[in-house]
T-cell receptor, first 115, second 116 residues
């Protein structure tokens, strides 16, 4: 079985401060990893993904994430956040074996950026 | 707009009534997924289609739930004899299949169900 754990349900931060949203996963096989963002009243959209290759992945809106196989983590970071980054962030994984390609999502982390 | 479209966006119904949600995926996507999201939780997988074939169903999908994708284009999710526990946001997503599939899902804005 595979699972995704987002330990922080809410992360408050001041504008222009750095932020890290944590994601740990559990899987007995290799995985593909994703971060999605959900702005209020909008659908989820992809921020970035790790399929293979470089463990540091850059995404949209200045976000990046680092795949750490030994720590089974895929933490999301941004060096300086904006008010507009206030949203719900979801980490997800897909098992790379088998062909179903069905993502399993974490419970989400609410990023709240204060002025 | 060529994104994933879901209708209705909001549905309020009384317990015991049937409801149906529709999803129109991105036209060239042959995979279509249904997820359910409750407050404070991430999306939970319900079922997915490759073209018109329903290939996998979650244990969350009780026999009161049925999904179809008759011509491999739009899909419907019907809930019969609704219960208050069915209140949630129902999300539809689509993706490319086969060798073009990178795992990225494209989501609609969701259909919010409230069962009174």
């Amino acid at each position: 079985a595979q699972s995704v754990t987002q330990l922080d349900s809410q992360v408050p931060v001041f504008e222009e401060a750095p932020v890290e949203l944590r994601c740990n996963y559990s899987s007995s096989v290799s995985v593909y990893l994703f971060w999605y963002v959900q702005y209020p009243n909008q659908g989820l959209q992809l921020l970035l993904k790790y399929l293979s290759g470089s463990t540091l992945v850059k995404g949209i809106n200045g976000f990046e994430a680092e795949f750490n196989k030994s720590q089974t983590s895929f933490h999301l970071r941004k060096p300086s956040v904006h008010i507009s980054d206030t949203a719900e962030y979801f980490c997800a994984l897909i098992s790379s074996s088998g062909g179903s390609y069905i993502p399993t999502f974490g419970r989400g982390t609410s990023l709240i950026v204060h002025p | 707009d060529t994104g994933v479209s879901q209708n209705p966006r909001h549905k309020i119904t009384k317990r015991g009534q049937n409801v149906t949600f529709r999803c129109d995926p991105i036209s060239e996507h042959n995979r279509l997924y249904w997820y359910r999201q409750t407050l404070g939780q991430g999306p939970e997988f319900l079922t997915y289609f490759q073209n018109e074939a329903q290939l996998e169903k979650s244990r969350l999908l009780s026999d009161r739930f049925s999904a179809e994708r008759p011509k491999g284009s739009f899909s419907t999710l019907e809930i019969q004899r609704t219960e208050q526990g069915d209140s949630a946001m129902y999300l539809c997503a689509s993706s490319l299949g086969g060798s073009l599939n990178t795992g990225e899902l494209f989501f609609g804005e969701g259909s919010r169900l409230t069962v009174l």
